[in-house]
């Protein structure tokens, strides 16, 4: 007869035993987190590749925040308002959140890509992750995974991040407030619509408006959600309105109750005021339809001339509004696959209307709704503008691929092959005039259809569901072909990035120049007599380049995002009398096509000579002035 073993009480056996199945129990739970945590990190680095690779090449990427940047260096006053020109003139057109990260950036690394747009290229990879973190609290694991490779890469995040514009800040930024807002609905912790109030209000702060494009989804998620609760968590829902007006309009308040003598000029408002500048130009001109100021024809130019502007708008991506706006053209291998999927994701999750409405899904349906909606209508808003609901469509697309992957037998299936094969069909098609990206995507389009042949195969057996994931997994490197060009073979340059660089990949690219003004020969022929501007020049993007190029004060006069004087006639005319602008310079080709206004060049006419000898290039005037 066998004694059992016993220490102080305990039977070890039993012990041991009960060690061993909690063990396997906890290996159980250990091994899918695993997987899932790897599939992260996978799709991370991935994402971080796509954005920073080769990124020293992209320069000083878009020169008009360049030069903001760099005057905003160079003391707190300027740092404050956003100062545009070294001499604190002007301030830029958007608020100083963004600005300032790159400011920062600019102090720790240098003023140069990596300075300038490694923020953003950031802010797009933390984007992804955030994007998970919201997706996996709305939908699980397969709708998180998936939302994230989507946004991973999705071409027209991939290029916004290349640049220096501050819009992927504004995605990444939506994503944190939008899995706060589940959080806090689902939960429910209704304290924690505070925090999102903070980072909506930061969020207004990056580019006024545009991440405000969330805002009828938000509300109409709260309401159906909370029902009856929503008045009795009134003091919660009006604290959190309270917040986020105050956090919203602070820079714009401070701004606005300083006497405009004590500031910068508003740039792009026409009154001088913070204010209206949120409220109109980034704010009801961004949606209304109309045309687009610098590219609108001018009377009396000549028909190339304005052939020029139409051509210069479509190469930009603006002026195009219309319901084919998202799938045609250069916006098509851009937007047009993850738009398709997000689509029928919308589709796929209101098929049941009562979990539709007793979930997340309506939140993230009603934002990606929204969006493609109003950025078909608008003729301004251009790519990057599709960060203000980037995270939507990715989520939207992660719902597709797990509302395929639970409906059961044949439906399956078919759901499954015809979304699949209908966005691998569509992505071939949009690239027929692309000639760098054909090859690329048709080799995506075989791997999506083989992913879909899998999925048939396995369509009756434990695994379908997996596999169904798989085949929309798949067919996510149709998009992934454009973001790799965009990454490896995009051309870069020029003062203003276009926020589409599949432009380049058409079968008729633009012709871009890696630089408009001589910087090097116009500081040559004026150098530095002490006077408040080193020269004055038409317009609000050649002075950007000579800022960020050359870091001297420079005065734009002309400004061609509004077609006029960028300061009153008088004050222009004060400064060239008092000897603060040395010389003028002007572009014959925009004299000569009317593109620079009367009262702008009678100012310089009368207060300054044309200086035949001074020669900086053929295209160039040069008018000194003297006190």
Same mark, same amino acid.
């Given at each position: 007869?066998?004694?059992?073993?016993? #220490?102080?009480?305990?039977?070890?056996?039993?012990?041991?035993?009960?060690?061993?199945?909690?063990?396997?129990?906890?290996? &159980?739970?250990?091994r899918p987190h695993a997987i899932e945590a790897c599939g992260l990190l996978v799709v991370l680095g991935f994402a971080a590749w796509l954005r920073f690779t080769a990124l020293g090449e992209e320069g000083l990427g878009n020169l008009f925040y360049a030069s903001t940047v760099r005057s905003m260096g160079q003391s707190w006053h300027h740092f404050w308002y956003a100062a545009y020109d070294p001499a604190a003139t002007l301030t830029v057109d958007k608020p100083p959140v963004a600005l300032w990260l790159q400011v920062v950036a600019t102090r720790l690394v240098g003023f140069d890509a990596y300075g300038l747009i490694g923020p953003m290229a950031l802010a797009g990879t933390v984007a992804v992750a955030l994007t998970w973190g919201a997706a996996r609290r709305s939908g699980g694991r397969t709708v998180a995974l998936v939302a994230a490779l989507a946004l991973a890469v999705f071409p027209e995040s991939v290029a916004t991040s290349r640049d220096s514009t501050m819009d992927v800040l504004v995605a990444a930024l939506l994503a944190v407030a939008a899995w706060l807002l589940v959080v806090a609905v689902e939960s429910p912790r209704p304290r924690l619509l505070l925090a999102w109030a903070v980072v909506m209000g930061v969020l207004f702060n990056v580019k006024f408006f545009e991440g405000f494009l969330v805002m009828p989804a938000a509300v109409l998620y709260v309401t159906v959600r909370w029902q009856r609760?929503?008045?009795?968590?009134?003091?919660?829902?009006? =604290?959190?309105? $309270? *917040?986020?007006?105050?956090?919203?309009?602070?820079?714009?308040?401070?701004? !606005? +109750?300083? @006497?405009p003598e004590h500031r910068p000029r508003i740039m792009n408002d026409r009154s001088n005021s913070a204010i209206g500048l949120a409220l109109r130009?980034?704010?009801?001109?961004?949606?209304? @339809?109309? !045309? +687009? #100021?610098?590219?609108?024809?001018?009377?009396? %130019?000549?028909?190339?001339?304005?052939?020029q502007l139409r051509a210069s708008a479509r190469a930009f991506g603006v002026g195009d509004a219309g319901p084919g706006r998202l799938l045609t053209g250069s916006n098509g291998p851009l937007l047009g696959a993850t738009v398709i999927m997000a689509l029928a994701g919308i589709v796929l999750t209101a098929r049941d209307p009562r979990r539709f409405v007793r979930g997340p899904a309506i939140f993230w349906a009603a934002w &990606?709704? #929204?969006?493609?909606?109003?950025?078909?209508?608008?003729?301004?808003?251009?790519?990057?503008?599709?960060?203000?609901? $980037?995270?939507?469509?990715?989520?939207?697309?992660?719902? %597709?691929? %797990? !509302?395929?992957?639970?409906?059961?037998? &044949?439906r399956g299936a078919v759901v499954t092959v015809a979304i699949v094969l209908g966005v691998a069909g569509y992505g071939r098609w949009a690239v027929r005039s692309h000639p760098p990206l054909t090859h690329a995507t048709t080799i995506a389009v075989v791997l999506a259809g083989l992913a879909v042949a899998l999925a048939l195969l396995a369509w009756s057996s434990r695994r379908a569901a997996a596999y169904r994931v798989l085949a929309f997994g798949a067919v996510l490197a149709v998009p992934a072909a454009a973001s790799i060009w965009i990454a490896t073979e995009a051309p870069s340059g020029g003062q203003i990035t276009r926020p589409n660089p599949l432009v380049y990949a058409s079968k008729r690219p633009p012709v871009i120049t890696s630089r408009s003004v001589?910087? !090097? %020969?116009?500081?040559a022929a004026f150098p530095d007599q002490g006077t408040k501007y080193r020269f004055g020049i038409d317009g609000v993007n050649n002075a950007g380049e000579a800022v960020a190029y050359g870091d001297v004060s420079v005065l734009p006069v002309w400004n061609e995002y509004q077609r006029e004087a960028m300061l009153p006639t008088g004050e222009l005319s004060a400064s060239l009398a008092a000897g603060e602008v040395p010389a003028v310079i002007l572009g014959q080709g925009r004299?000569?096509?009317?593109?620079? &206004?009367?009262? +702008?060049?009678?100012?310089?006419?009368?207060? =300054?000579?044309?200086?035949?000898?001074?020669? *900086?290039?053929?295209?160039?005037?040069?008018?000194? =002035?003297?006190p």
């Open positions: 007869m066998t004694t059992p073993v016993a #220490t102080r009480g305990y039977d070890v056996r039993a012990w041991a035993g009960a060690s061993v199945r909690n063990l396997r129990s906890l290996s &159980g739970l250990w609760d929503v008045l009795a968590r009134w003091r919660v829902v009006a =604290c959190a309105a $309270a *917040i986020l007006v105050m956090v919203s309009v602070s820079w714009v308040a401070a701004v !606005e +109750v300083t @006497p130009y980034n704010g009801i001109e961004r949606v209304l @339809p109309g !045309e +687009v #100021t610098i590219f609108a024809p001018t009377p009396g %130019a000549s028909a190339d001339t304005n052939a &990606g709704a #929204t969006g493609v909606v109003l950025f078909s209508m608008s003729n301004r808003a251009a790519a990057q503008y599709t960060e203000a609901y $980037a995270p939507a469509l990715a989520v939207l697309m992660g719902f %597709a691929a %797990a !509302e395929a992957s639970r409906l059961r037998g &044949g001589p910087v !090097e %020969a116009i500081l004299i000569r096509s009317g593109l620079i &206004g009367r009262d +702008v060049l009678d100012a310089v006419q009368s207060r =300054c000579r044309l200086d035949p000898r001074t020669r *900086i290039g053929p295209e160039w005037a040069v008018w000194r =002035c003297t």
